[in-house]
């Protein structure tokens, strides 16, 4: 099973800023498509951000209309690692964050623990 580990969340006031990491064990993450998620206490997950599996351009980019302008997701293959920059962030931005496969991709990844990110106002 392929269990990605994210990390990075934190308490930050609004306007602030933050990086999530997520690790992704094995080969597979360099072919796979991936994206960011969130889920907010008692809601579904919902997509945030997705990116191609060779993508660090921006037209392989995708983003949820709350987050455009504001985050951005990045990868590199070569550290098995993709990155959420979050900027402007706001008090409704709080919520778990997790990473998983892109939901276009053909496979799903056992969902990791999440990282909790908590915007004070």
């Known amino acids: 099973q392929v269990q990605p580990v994210e990390s990075g969340g934190g308490l930050v006031q609004t306007g602030g800023s933050l990086t999530l990491s997520c690790v992704v064990s094995g080969s597979i993450f360099r072919y796979t498509a991936m994206g960011w998620y969130r889920q907010f206490p008692g809601k579904q997950r919902e997509m945030v951000a997705t990116i191609t599996s060779d993508g660090n351009l921006e037209r392989s980019r995708n983003y949820a209309d709350s987050v455009k302008g504001r985050f951005t997701i990045s990868r590199d293959n070569a550290k098995n690692t993709v990155w959420l920059r979050m900027n402007s962030l706001k008090p409704e931005d709080s919520a778990v964050y997790y990473c998983?496969?892109?939901?276009?991709?053909?496979?799903?990844?056992?969902w990791g623990q999440g990282t909790q990110v908590t915007v004070s106002s």
């Open positions: 998983n496969t892109a939901p276009y991709s053909n496979r799903q990844f056992t």
